[in-house]
Structures are given as structure tokens and as C-alpha cells.
């Protein structure tokens, strides 16, 4: 044996034939979980009403299109959804999201004096339409959404025109209370503030 070799019973050319699979292996593990489609969702946040029962649910995220063409992510509100409901009474409630592959499912729960009140709302970042109980709308054509919630959980949705990027809560609930002058309950609303 010559100095320079390297005693070792595997040979150069049976390491050289897994290196492939092992790429292969590597970028599939990268690869899972990550979110496809035209926009990526980062995160949502719920401010709960004091009264009625209800909230405003901010989601952010990106277009990946400029994302990939310029390098720079232009992170922004995707979505405002004011959710409200009188038919029911409140001891608790919570939000979460679910960031599939394709789309974006938007969950809420209300402990309630009937028992528990659950709905979801999902968002296709693929095709752009949000799904509010059995009605589906293009999110192009307006970015704010009113959810209305009756005893059975059954929802109703309205939408309206685009607020633009980094709105605050407080400023979504007046926009929609302007487009909604004559609605009791919309006015009625009061944000928690912590």
C-alpha cells in the first residue's frame, strides 16, 4: 500500500454512487413543509372584540413571484377578516392557522353558553380565493373581509375593496364601519386593546 492511499474498505467509487441519493434525500427533507403557490402566509394575528362576540384577524405574508425575481420579500397584510356574531355568548375563545402546502386555513373557536362554536376559513394562495362558509371570493378584488357568524355557526361573508398594506386594527374596523354606516352590530363593536 502507498502512503497516500487511505486503508479503508470502502472504495472511492461505491461513495461516489450514493452521493446522488443523498442529494436527492437532502432536498426533499428541505423541501417538505414549505408553502407553494402565488402568496406565502408568515404568520396572523386576532384582536378579540369587548363586545359582541367576535374579532379582527390580520394575516401576513408575500408574493413569490417579485420574491423570487428580486430577492427581496415585500412582506405585508394579505388579508383582514372581521369576524362577528350576536347570536351567542362568550367564555373564551382562540385562533390559529394552518400553513398547508397550497393554502391557508384560518381556524377559530368560542367557548360559548350553547357549547363550542368552531369555523374555518381557508385562503387558496394558489387560485387566490377565499372560502367564507359555502361562498368563495377572489381576494384580487378586495382584501377585507366581514364574516358573519349566526347560532349554528353557519357564516356569511361580504367583501370590500383593498386597504393596502400595514393597516392597524383599529383603522380596519373603521373602514368597515364607513362601508357599513347603517349596521347596529358593526357599530356596536369594540376592540380589546392590551
Known amino acids: 500500500m ?19 441519493l443523498l442529494v436527492v434525500i437532502a432536498l426533499g427533507a428541505v423541501g417538505c413543509g414549505i408553502q407553494h403557490g402565488r402568496f406565502v402566509t408568515t404568520g396572523e394575528r386576532f384582536n378579540a372584540f ?8 390580520i394575516v401576513d405574508g408575500y408574493e413569490t413571484k417579485p420574491a423570487h425575481e428580486t430577492g427581496i420579500l415585500n412582506e405585508q397584510h394579505l388579508l ?15 385562533s390559529s392557522s ?7 386555513t384560518l381556524k377559530y373557536t368560542w367557548n360559548t353558553e350553547k357549547g363550542i362554536l368552531n369555523i374555518s376559513i381557508p ?10 362558509g359555502k361562498q368563495e371570493f377572489v381576494r384580487e378584488k378586495g382584501d377585507v373581509f366581514v364574516v358573519r357568524l349566526d347560532a349554528n355557526g353557519e357564516m356569511s361573508g361580504q367583501q370590500f ?7 392597524r386594527y383599529q383603522d380596519v374596523l373603521k373602514y368597515i364601519q364607513q362601508q357599513l354606516p347603517n349596521d347596529e352590530l358593526i ?8
Open 2 to 20: 502507498f502512503r497516500n492511499e487511505i486503508a479503508h474498505p470502502m472504495k472511492r467509487g461505491v461513495i461516489c454512487k450514493y452521493i446522488p
Open 50 to 57: 369587548l363586545s359582541p362576540v367576535g374579532g379582527i384577524d
Open 80 to 94: 383582514y377578516i372581521l369576524i362577528i356574531t350576536s347570536a351567542v355568548q362568550e367564555h373564551g375563545s382562540s
Open 98 to 104: 394552518d400553513l398547508g402546502k397550497y393554502a391557508t
Open 123 to 132: 385562503w387558496n394562495r394558489q387560485t387566490d380565493i377565499v372560502t367564507i
Open 161 to 167: 375593496a383593498s386597504l393596502g398594506s400595514h393597516i
Open 187 to 194: 357599530s356596536s363593536v369594540k376592540l380589546y386593546s392590551p
